[in-house]
């Protein structure tokens, strides 16, 4: 193996066979088996077709007047099969799911003045007079190694000292972000206010009344019959659910359009106790949110970026542990905050499994699928030793976009699936530039490809989102072009600076006095 740790051709002087396992490179014959896999019924056909054309052309035209005479003996009988043949088509078009297009999205661009760098945390965290040295301390370690850089935005209420986490300041957030990512939907779709059929909005721990829904159509001034939802208490995965909930609704409202918000309140939601694993979101959670708008209209299709592929949600939350691993509570000095627990990552590892196992065989090509089965076969029968296959999803999708919900997170993904750096680039650079902004993140990793040029017609990406309750929500999308990003991108001033070399390291345990949290 030489320096660049390629494989070379090992050529043996001696009569015995050549060692094929050091001389042939085995990706290629990975490579191969897949190509050959995916094209037999291809491959089955291209010798069934050359029989039936080498058999017509030998009918002579007395053939053929034969046949004409044979068919109109059956007159009847052809008449009722291609009745069936007509209904059936009619009731195939009329019943299959109707087709979802994302026509187009927007994220939420903060203002520069509510950045926060690192020694601006750490200061106003000293000053607010609420964190020992310890937490103080603790802090400083996870904003260190927690992948953020020094551009990640803090609601105007935590520019203060002290803070001013008020409702009124709450709802001035959520408008300020909601209300910035419609206004930039709507004008970059050209689409009017009034033509939205469908509402859904996501925010996990902000739920004020009127709902947040409710602030939407009141500023917009959406139509009376609206059908609007809002989803609390769902965590960072609440995007995909959101869009799943659209998706169902389309399906059964005509000619529409449906618009999904996501986003998450941290102006309330800030913990001020000394308890080491509620302090951990402060350090993660950040401004952010997107706007995504969906339509059921066949003539969307032209100028739509996206296709709906497949949507797969895994809920684990009959499980105490998967239960309580994001919990929000109260410490003993009655300060609110969310707390995350030391099972955080296996939990979130078994959730993944389950998903996957649901999702594979909807996306892996056949030659995966027969790898996985064989594999399990000779482990249940042979050798409960053999290691399990790990399908290689990088043959099914092109682009992944992993919920940045921090570092951790991130490498687990990597490592288990076995992509490649330039796969989790857009999930470490959203992290880095804007932070975990909990459900929208994935919209940043995806604006991200779009701005670096990487998204070509026929592109699949692979959208993975983790959240409380436990769940690990999975959705599919098609490109329908070479997709070019929108005006006023999140990224449109800064993709040429990315992607930038952050402090590298596995995942961290950050001991805590009775558990551990992984970060």
Not at 91 to 106: G, H, K, N, Q
Not at 157 to 165: E, V
Not at 222 to 237: A, E, V
Not at 440 to 461: D, F, H, P, Q, T
Request: proline share 5%.
């Amino acid at each position: 193996m030489n320096s660049g740790g390629e494989v070379g051709v090992q050529i043996q002087q001696g009569r015995g066979l050549p060692d094929f396992l050091q001389s042939v490179n085995l990706k290629y014959v990975k490579l191969g088996y897949h190509y050959l896999i995916t094209h037999l019924l291809t491959l089955c056909l291209i010798p069934l077709m050359a029989l039936i054309i080498v058999e017509a052309s030998q009918k002579n035209p007395d053939d053929i007047h034969q046949l004409w005479l044979h068919l109109q003996y059956n007159l009847v009988s052809i008449i009722i099969c291609s009745a069936f043949l007509v209904f059936g088509s009619t009731v195939y078009i009329m019943t299959r799911p109707r087709s979802i297009y994302l026509v187009d999205y927007a994220c939420y661009r903060p203002p520069s003045h509510l950045q926060v760098r690192y020694h601006q945390f750490m200061e106003h965290s000293r000053l607010t007079g609420d964190f020992d040295e310890s937490a103080l301390e603790f802090q400083r370690k996870i904003l260190e190694r927690s992948g953020l850089g020094e551009e990640t935005y803090v609601p105007e209420a935590m520019h203060y000292i002290p803070p001013q986490p008020s409702m009124a300041a709450a709802r001035e957030e959520a408008e300020q972000v909601m209300f910035g990512s419609l206004d930039k939907l709507f004008a970059n779709t050209n689409v009017k206010p009034k033509d939205i059929g469908i509402l859904v909005v996501n925010c996990s721990l902000f739920n004020p009344t009127p709902s947040l829904s409710a602030m939407i159509v009141n500023k917009y001034k959406l139509r009376g019959n609206i059908r609007s939802f809002n989803l609390g208490g769902m965590g960072c995965s609440a995007g995909v659910i959101a869009v799943d909930l659209a998706k169902d609704m389309l399906q059964v409202h005509r000619n529409t359009y449906a618009v999904v918000v996501s986003t998450e309140n941290i102006t309330q939601n800030w913990y001020f106790g000394n308890k080491k694993s509620m302090l951990i979101p402060n350090c993660l959670f950040r401004v952010g949110g997107a706007a995504v708008l969906l339509s059921n209209k066949s003539g969307d299709r032209r100028r739509a970026k996206y296709k709906l592929v497949h949507l797969v949600r895994t809920h684990r939350g009959a499980d105490d542990k998967a239960f309580r691993c994001v919990y929000q509570e109260q410490d003993d000095a009655g300060k609110t905050g969310v707390s995350l627990s030391k099972d955080l990552m296996a939990i979130a590892g078994g959730a993944l499994k389950t998903n996957i196992t649901t999702l594979g065989p909807l996306v892996l090509p056949i030659s995966e699928q027969l790898l996985f089965f064989a594999t399990l076969v000779a482990k249940k029968l042979f050798n409960a030793k053999v290691k399990p296959y790990i399908p290689d999803f990088k043959l099914a999708f092109e682009h992944f976009c992993i919920h940045a919900g921090g570092r951790a997170v991130i490498d687990e993904l990597e490592k288990n699936l076995q992509l490649l750096p330039s796969h989790v680039e857009a999930s470490r650079m959203t992290l880095h530039r804007f932070g975990n902004t909990s459900s929208s993140s994935i919209w940043y990793e995806l604006s991200y490809i779009e701005a670096k040029g990487r998204m070509r017609k026929g592109n699949r990406v692979w959208q993975i989102a983790f959240g409380s309750g436990f769940k690990c929500n999975s959705a599919v999308w098609q490109a329908l072009r070479n997709v070019n990003p929108s005006p006023n991108g999140p990224w449109e001033d800064c993709i040429n600076k990315y992607p930038v070399e952050t402090y590298f390291c596995r995942t961290i345990l950050i001991k805590i006095p009775d558990q551990e949290s992984c970060i």
